[in-house]
């Protein structure tokens, strides 16, 4: 990417995150990047494309995340709810809730690009709660992955009211992950 998509990248991401995709206009990225108009669709060909390029470089950024933080886990029950720790991480940086979330609401096409890229996200993070449940030995993999994306997902939507679910969804994901571990799994993992 050039110096000018990198400038358009960046103010792209901001706005979109904070003010919402469908309320910012490729003239106000091309002012906050300092570029043209024509600069922005050359770089990024559309609109559309320009939301994918922020959610997937996101996206990016949270799966590094996300799997740095399961790999310094050393016991595999405990691996099974690190996207709860990395979420804490993540957070800090990022108050008004999940930019995937609310492109999924801003974007209901299944066709747009964006959305695309937002569901497959969320795809993803269900795919890693099962393959974790799954090496940590859980009873019902499948079942407990898609609970522990309802419950982080949950967590995600209320992020930005005054509560702090993430510590009680934590505690719950834990809870949730000891009772599908086999008495004699959950013998060795103390």
């Known amino acids: 990417m050039t110096a000018a998509g990198r400038r358009i990248a960046a103010a792209a991401e901001e706005l979109f995150y904070n003010r919402g995709i469908t309320a910012v206009g490729v003239d106000l990225i091309a002012e ?30 949270w799966r590094a995340l996300v799997l740095a933080t ?19 991480t993540w957070s800090a940086g990022n108050t008004r809730g999940c930019a995937f979330i609310n492109a999924l609401a801003e974007l209901p096409d299944p066709s747009h690009p964006a959305h695309r890229t937002a569901a497959d996200q969320k795809l993803w993070l269900r795919a ?9 030995g859980c009873q019902e993999p499948a079942t407990l992955a898609t609970r522990l994306l309802v419950l982080h997902e949950g967590t995600l939507a209320t ?11 934590a505690d719950l994901a834990r809870a949730l992950v000891r009772a599908g571990v086999p008495d004699t799994r959950r013998a060795t993992s103390r």
């Open 128 to 136: 890693l709660f099962e393959e974790l449940a799954t090496a940590a």
């Open 70 to 88: 399961v790999d310094a886990c050393p016991d595999p029950v405990e691996k099974v709810t690190a996207p709860f720790d990395a979420l804490r």
């Open 159 to 169: 992020q930005p009211l005054p509560l702090d679910t993430l510590s009680g969804s």
């Open 32 to 61: 906050h990047s300092g570029v043209t108009k024509r600069t922005l669709y050359n770089q990024f060909g559309s609109k559309d494309h320009l939301v994918a390029a922020y959610l997937m470089e996101r996206d990016r950024r």
